[in-house]
């Protein structure tokens, strides 16, 4: 007896509560807890990228019988390039329910709504360029069905020495101040350091304060560091965001790093601090990933910090014909904040 299939409907997701948790539902029903490899199961994490539909989420979901049986998320960003359309678009989650993934329907469904995902947010109107997830697998489905292309392999830099970044005195254990809250800053002199670090980067997303506010101060299930240097004045010198783990349990991941690249003072002095208090969270290294051309990749070479590979892969497509791959491999400046599991 042959049995019909039932009728799929593809559409956007809202972000509804009922639709979140719909979500959650599914990640569990496609995949397995995995010792040591993070899995977003959290209903809080999942309404945090998708809820309430917002202006950074990009989501769709195929249903059958009122239930959704695959996803596809993305995350929307503010985008600098000369010429090129002002947004790009991070690939986030995809997952499709195991009983689709079987038999005649295999790999059908995922590439038929990773199509009209691409089709429905992908084009110069909108997002000029698409960032694949970054992982091997995903790469290679991404290169084989949807035209995205490597730019390489995520190379960090690390420090595995972090007392070797104390300067002279400063060595001795000292009182420090609370940590402070991206929700507490002033917003405005934080756009303004923004701009500063950034007045020589042509391609970049745009980190301003109401990005670091949504990316770590309203994040629900992780605790991000946040670290000032404050002129004499008490204006906003320098800024960076870390956190413990993300790449490897024992070390802190820098995720920003906010500093004028002429204010070498600054730099050194933030480096020492978030030094310290990579310290007290328990890590025993720091890594930091930016591109090699940049100013701070010297600074942090010059610092002791070494490269090391990491099983991440950044991976793109162009969707404005004004951007090219070679632009971005040569010339964007990148940030492991730009990566929305760590």
């Not at 959704?68 to 986030?92: F, K």
């Not at 698409?130 to 292309?149: K, Q, V």
């Not at 609370?178 to 917003?187: N, Y």
Request: hydrophobic letters at 45%; glycine letters at 8%.
């Amino acid at each position: 007896m042959i049995r019909d299939e039932p009728a799929i409907e593809i559409d956007t997701c809202a972000g509804s509560t009922e639709e979140v948790e719909a979500l959650v539902a599914l990640f569990r029903r496609s995949y397995a807890p995995i010792a040591q490899v993070f899995q977003p199961r959290s209903r809080r994490r999942w309404a945090w990228k998708y809820g309430n539909g917002g202006a950074r989420c990009a989501s769709l979901a195929a249903r059958a019988d009122d239930r959704p049986i695959a996803h596809v998320g993305g995350l929307s960003y503010r985008w600098r390039h000369p010429h090129a359309t002002a947004r790009s678009i991070q690939a986030t989650d995809h997952m499709v329910d195991p009983a689709w993934r079987i038999g005649l329907r295999a790999g059908k469904l995922f590439r038929r709504l990773m199509g009209a995902w691409v089709e429905r947010f992908c084009h110069p109107q909108l997002h000029g360029i698409g960032w694949g997830f970054p992982s091997a697998d995903d790469f290679r489905l991404g290169e084989r069905f949807f035209g995205y292309a490597s730019l390489g392999p995520v190379r960090v830099l690390v420090q595995n020495d972090l007392f070797a970044l104390l300067r002279g005195h400063s060595r001795d254990r000292e009182p420090e101040p609370e940590p402070e809250r991206a929700a507490q800053l002033d917003p405005r002199a934080v756009d303004e350091l923004w701009r500063r670090s950034s007045a020589a980067l042509s391609l970049t997303h745009e980190r301003d304060a109401a990005f670091l506010r949504w990316r770590y101060a309203t994040h629900p299930t992780q605790r991000y560091e946040l670290v000032t240097l404050l002129a004499d004045d008490g204006a906003l010198r320098a800024l960076a965001v870390l956190r413990r783990g993300g790449l490897a349990d024992d070390t802190a991941t820098l995720l920003e790093w906010m500093v004028d690249p002429a204010d070498t003072d600054a730099a050194a002095s933030l480096l020492e601090q978030v030094a310290r208090r990579a310290r007290r969270l328990g890590c025993g290294a720091l890594a930091v990933w930016c591109a090699p051309w940049r100013t701070e990749a010297a600074f942090f070479r010059s610092a002791g910090f070494v490269e090391h590979a990491t099983a991440l892969r950044h991976t793109a497509r162009c969707f404005d014909a004004r951007v090219t791959l070679a632009e971005l491999r040569e010339g964007c400046a990148w940030a492991l904040g730009d990566v929305d599991f760590l």
